[in-house]
């Protein structure tokens, strides 16, 4: 609060002679100031939104009992991606040939592409539904990759997919075509 000094000396006399007195500063005390400087800080504190963390929403198939009643994919309708090492992606459509001619390299920077011609050549061909990509990220990959390739998948707005464990077959064709044939 603020104080000020009000002592006199006697009464008030006017004239020749009187000394003045002296006109002492007023103090004001900050001690309530602070008390209400850290009940805004505490108030401001509590109320905040702390930032919520970012997930990607993933839709899972129910689980059956009978196989008959799980998702089939039709094999003209399937794209299956390979993640490699440094950042290379490998593609085959269908089924992979005994021969692996359908078996294709590309990059994370070509991959859209190649999802987007497969998905119109589905949707012009079968129905939408019918579209599935199977990811197998291989040893190499890293978890870099396989986020990028989930965002391309909510990118190409892509309904179905499935991350599946790479094959021995297939896992030693990337191994090869990466130029590490002792894998």
């Not at 930032?51 to 839709?59: D, E, F, W």
């Not at 991350?163 to 297939?170: A, F, G, H, Q, T």
Request: charge should be neutral; aromatic fraction near 8%; charged fraction near 25%.
């Amino acid at each position: 609060m603020a104080e000020m000094d009000t002592s006199s000396q006697g009464g008030h006399k006017k004239g020749p002679g009187v000394k003045k007195s002296k006109k002492l500063s007023t103090r004001v005390d900050l001690t309530p100031m602070v008390d209400l400087g850290f009940l805004l800080i505490t108030f401001f504190i509590f109320t905040t939104t702390m930032s919520q963390p970012t997930a990607m929403k993933l839709n899972l198939p129910k689980d059956t009992e009978n196989p008959e009643e799980q998702n089939k994919a039709k094999e003209s309708g399937t794209l299956t991606l390979l993640l490699g090492s440094n950042n290379n992606v490998f593609y085959y459509e269908g089924v992979l040939a005994p021969d692996a001619s359908n078996f294709k390299s590309s990059s994370f920077g070509e991959i859209r592409e190649v999802i987007t011609n497969k998905k119109s050549w589905v949707i012009q061909n079968m129905k939408e539904s019918d579209f599935v990509v199977v990811i197998k990220p291989s040893d190499g990959c890293t978890y870099k990759n396989v986020v990028d390739i989930l965002d391309e998948m909510s990118i190409n707005v892509v309904k179905k997919y499935a991350m599946v464990d790479i094959s021995e077959v297939e896992a030693k064709l990337v191994a090869i075509t990466e130029g590490n044939p002792a894998k």
